[in-house]
């Protein structure tokens, strides 16, 4: 997330793919993997980040960890907005949304809400119950990291 320039992001995908080369752990292996597909995301390589995405998504499932599956299914889901595949993003949030309520997962259910309204508007659908069920989470939780994520979803409303 705190990589802004090309060099960090390729600095990322490097110790990623390290990484990859010397963990033997599940979910070390999982993460790699998402950490990888996210760094070529940022770098615009899409086809090799889905090819990442599906590895990590395969690979958390392997290592069972239910807890982790929603930041995973999130990420894709997000990267499949951005490539215009709706149908699979909404597949993923779907899946996502099952285990954050079944877990009362709040955060998580905030970012599931900024995603389906993302998700929403760019299908020319209305948003604003996903909005206000975001803020109302946001609120909630004290979850201010998506502040700014929040403010572009509202203003991307206001100009419909």
Do not use: W
């Amino acid at each position: 997330d705190l990589s802004t320039d090309r060099a960090a992001q390729e600095a990322v995908l490097e110790r990623g793919q390290y990484s990859l080369k010397i963990v033997r752990h599940l979910l070390s292996i999982a993460f790699d993997h998402l950490t990888i597909a996210r760094a070529l995301f940022s770098l615009h390589r899409f086809e090799q980040a889905k090819e990442e995405f599906d590895q990590a998504v395969a690979g958390i499932r392997k290592a069972g960890k239910i807890e982790f599956m929603p930041v995973f299914l999130l990420e894709r889901a997000q990267f499949l907005c951005h490539q215009k595949d709706f149908k699979q993003s909404q597949v993923n949030l779907d899946e996502a949304l099952e285990i954050i309520t079944r877990c009362g997962m709040k955060f998580y259910a905030a970012d599931a809400a900024l995603l389906q309204a993302r998700l929403n508007l760019d299908q020319n659908k209305a948003a604003q119950n996903e909005y206000q069920k975001a803020k109302e989470l946001i609120e909630l939780t004290g979850y201010h990291l998506r502040d700014k994520e929040l403010a572009e979803l509202r203003k991307r409303l206001g100009e419909l």
